[in-house]
């Protein structure tokens, strides 16, 4: 049986610990190593207890999160600032242009190292697949890619 993560019992500790190891691209089992190893590219294995992260798959979570929650309220404000004041096309290519930029691009890192995070702790995978990942994967069909040994 292979070790749970450093993630403490109860419900709010746990969600605690997802937020800190994913905001923080740390990983999800021990806290230590790297999750990625460029702005948005999983490392293979972590480097402190070789974490396997073929399991990951947050696929287009991230954009989504950060459309939604970052690009809305500044769409609100682009118009806001187009009805309120009329400003000439050069203030928006000024303003709103690097805002919506910067503000859905820097926050796709955290958001990526959170729902990596929350699949770890959470041992989250699609019904039915468990016997397909470990043909894939190559490994016994009866554990989860949750189910790795820790190499401390």
Request: charged letters at 20%; a neutral charge; one cysteine or more.
């Amino acid at each position: 049986m292979v070790p749970d993560p450093v993630v403490p019992a109860p419900q709010d500790d746990k969600v605690r610990w997802i937020l800190k190891s994913g905001w923080r691209g740390l990983c999800p089992r021990c806290g230590k190593g790297r999750m990625f190893q460029s702005w948005l590219k999983i490392v293979d294995r972590c480097e402190a207890c070789d974490l396997d992260y073929r399991f990951a798959a947050p696929d287009d979570g991230p954009a989504f999160f950060s459309l939604c929650v970052v690009a809305l309220p500044l769409i609100a404000f682009v118009v806001w600032l187009e009805v309120a004041f009329e400003p000439p096309i050069w203030v928006h290519l000024l303003t709103s242009v690097p805002l919506m930029a910067l503000g859905t691009v820097l926050p796709l890192r955290p958001i990526k190292g959170w729902l990596v995070a929350s699949q770890f702790v959470n041992k989250a995978q699609e019904a039915g697949t468990g016997h397909l990942w470990s043909q894939l994967h190559g490994t016994d069909r009866g554990t989860s890619d949750f189910e790795q040994p820790d190499r401390r």
